[in-house]
Structure formats: structure tokens, C-alpha cells
């Protein structure tokens, strides 16, 4: 079993900046890969990013140069240093970790980013 909780959420004005942490209740050294979904009213949910138990990430094209994923493996955290935001990025934030052998998911419960003047 894996917990995930996320912090970092908020509401910030167009063009700030957040960071957003997904703290996990294991050791991440068993999970192939962490990332981010995100979901806002009335639409699918959708992948930000993604970052391999090697550190390799991968970025949706719309927050490509915006948003920086990281993990620390000795504080069991994943990072999305999100910079440059923009309306269009307000939404749900759901972490997400996928563990090596198996399809299976687990998820965080969200924390809610509003990017508004």
C-alpha cells in the first residue's frame, strides 16, 4: 500500500508561482514512476507530468518550460515547481505513483490550484 498527500495548493495570481509537494508513506524506491494528473470543472482529467525512478520527466506540451517535476528519494517527495501560471492551470492536482510489476495506481486525494486576479 502506497499514501500519497499532497500540499502546496492556493489560489496565486497569473504569472506566480507555486510548488506543489506529494509526500508518499513508503519508500519511493520501489515506484517506477510519480507524476501529476490534473483535472478542472467539467473536463477530463489530464497529465502534467511525469518523472522515472531514474529522474527522467516528461511534460504535458501545455506546462512544457513552465513546470518542473523533481523527486527527493530520502524525503519520499515529489515536486512540481510551477512557474508562469496561468488561468487554464487552475484545477485539482492529483499525485500519482505507479510501483515497478504492476498497473495498478495510486492515488493522493488532490489539493486545488486557482490561478485568478
Known amino acids: 500500500q502506497v499514501q500519497l498527500v499532497e500540499s502546496g495548493g492556493g489560489l496565486v495570481q497569473p504569472g506566480g508561482s507555486l510548488r506543489l509537494s506529494c509526500a508518499a508513506s513508503v519508500s519511493i524506491l520501489g515506484i517506477n514512476k510519480m507524476g501529476w494528473y490534473r483535472q478542472a470543472p467539467g473536463k477530463e482529467r489530464e497529465l502534467v507530468a511525469t518523472?522515472?525512478?531514474?529522474?527522467?520527466?516528461n511534460y504535458a506540451d501545455s506546462v512544457k518550460g513552465r513546470f518542473t517535476i523533481s523527486r527527493d528519494n530520502a524525503k519520499k517527495t515529489v515536486y512540481l515547481q510551477m512557474d508562469s501560471l496561468k488561468p487554464d492551470d487552475t484545477a485539482v492536482y492529483y499525485c500519482?505513483?505507479?510501483?515497478?510489476?504492476?498497473?495498478?495506481?495510486?492515488w493522493g486525494p488532490g489539493t486545488q490550484v486557482t490561478v485568478s486576479s
Open positions: 500519482y505513483a505507479n510501483p515497478y510489476y504492476t498497473d495498478y495506481i495510486y
Open positions: 518523472i522515472t525512478s531514474a529522474g527522467s520527466p
